[in-house]
């Protein structure tokens, strides 16, 4: 059973903003599943317009739950998630947990059911898939401690299982130990560890991380000072947000023709996964990421 499904749910939005917004970041707004910097939405805007048959019964409920079909999902997840299976737990989690924001509907589908909303059950049901090391189940749950939401307020509590959660790859873990980290949020502020956690969410091709890192490596704040590091990862950043342009624009006034090309190469051969270019290679030949 996988801990990275694509679109998994995240409970954890609200912090986020609240974060972004303090650091006074633009928050985009893209497809969920895609780790962007926004409020809770469920995975379905990303999905496409035709799916296969699912196969599975756990492949039923969360095309249910994708589908907006939250009683649906409940009625196909909740005997899996009783004989143990982590994955239908940590989708039942989301569902029962209440939006901390108002979240708009994607087109053609209603709300989920209120009476469904309930953070203890969300409580419970993340805590069963945490015990079985589900990474996504501990960042959610950290997200509950962390605001204190259907639980006391325990920041402590909150930022351990994002650290457990992140340390096994959850994306929306390491996005919230940033922003934890850089704006001293339960924590003394730190801005080499909110950079470590951000590059290992940049590695996985999150954007908002991306974008972060770019920002920090051209401002020299919490790593040196490295314009052409910088732009490859303006590179491989969203083509289409506007501070990003600029930036790009900025650098490209700055760094000589052939780092330009070399930047390019780079970017070009770099994948998901693989470890971000440095600017050291842009000085000899390109090996192989």
Same mark, same amino acid.
């Given at each position: 059973?996988?801990?990275?499904?694509? +679109?998994?749910?995240?409970?954890?939005?609200?912090?986020?903003?609240?974060?972004? =917004?303090?650091?006074?970041?633009?928050?985009?707004?893209?497809?969920?599943?895609?780790?962007?910097?926004?409020?809770?939405?469920?995975?379905?805007?990303?999905?496409?317009?035709?799916?296969?048959?699912?196969?599975?019964?756990?492949?039923?409920?969360?095309?249910?739950? $994708? =589908?907006?079909?939250?009683? $649906?999902?409940?009625?196909?997840?909740?005997?899996?998630? $009783?004989?143990?299976?982590?994955?239908?737990?940590?989708?039942?989690?989301?569902?029962? %947990?209440?939006?901390?924001?108002?979240?708009?509907?994607?087109?053609?589908?209603?709300?989920?059911?209120?009476?469904?909303?309930?953070?203890?059950?969300?409580?419970?049901?993340? $805590?069963?898939?945490?015990?079985?090391?589900?990474?996504?189940? #501990?960042?959610?749950?950290?997200? #509950?401690?962390?605001?204190?939401?259907?639980?006391?307020?325990?920041?402590?509590?909150?930022?351990?299982?994002?650290?457990?959660?992140?340390?096994?790859?959850?994306?929306?873990?390491?996005?919230?130990?940033?922003?934890?980290?850089?704006?001293?949020?339960?924590?003394?502020?730190?801005?080499?560890?909110?950079?470590?956690?951000? %590059?290992?969410?940049?590695?996985?091709?999150?954007? %908002?991380?991306?974008?972060?890192?770019?920002?920090?490596?051209?401002?020299?704040?919490?790593?040196?000072?490295?314009?052409?590091?910088?732009?490859?990862?303006?590179?491989?950043?969203?083509?289409?947000?506007?501070?990003?342009?600029?930036?790009?624009?900025?650098? %490209?006034?700055?760094?000589?023709?052939?780092?330009?090309?070399?930047?390019?190469?780079?970017?070009?051969?770099?994948?998901?996964?693989?470890?971000?270019?440095?600017?050291?290679?842009?000085? +000899?030949?390109?090996?192989?990421?």
């Amino acid at each position: 059973m996988g801990n990275n499904r694509v +679109g998994w749910p995240c409970a954890s939005r609200a912090l986020i903003v609240a974060a972004w =917004a303090v650091a006074g970041l633009t928050m985009a707004v893209g497809p969920a599943g895609a780790a962007t910097m926004q409020a809770d939405t469920p995975p379905t805007s990303g999905m496409p317009a035709v799916q296969p048959a699912a196969t599975s019964t756990l492949d039923q409920g969360i095309a249910a739950f $994708e =589908a907006g079909k939250e009683t $649906e999902a409940v009625a196909l997840l909740t005997p899996l998630a $009783e004989k143990g299976d982590a994955e239908a737990q940590t989708y039942l989690g989301w569902i029962y %947990e209440e939006p901390p924001v108002k979240i708009e509907p994607a087109s053609g589908q209603g709300a989920p059911p209120p009476f469904l909303h309930d953070n203890a059950k969300a409580r419970a049901w993340y $805590e069963e898939a945490a015990a079985q090391g589900q990474a996504h189940a #501990l960042n959610n749950l950290g997200s #509950l401690y962390f605001l204190g939401r259907g639980v006391p307020e325990d920041q402590a509590r909150g930022i351990t299982l994002f650290r457990q959660a992140a340390a096994k790859g959850d994306l929306q873990a390491q996005d919230n130990l940033t922003m934890i980290y850089y704006n001293g949020v339960g924590v003394a502020k730190d801005t080499q560890a909110a950079l470590m956690w951000c %590059e290992r969410a940049a590695t996985q091709g999150d954007p %908002e991380a991306l974008r972060f890192l770019a920002v920090q490596t051209l401002a020299g704040e919490g790593a040196p000072h490295d314009p052409t590091r910088a732009y490859i990862l303006v590179l491989l950043s969203p083509s289409d947000d506007p501070d990003i342009a600029k930036m790009r624009a900025a650098l %490209e006034q700055q760094l000589p023709a052939n780092v330009q090309q070399r930047s390019h190469e780079l970017a070009a051969a770099w994948h998901p996964g693989q470890p971000l270019p440095t600017a050291d290679q842009t000085r +000899g030949a390109i090996h192989p990421l």
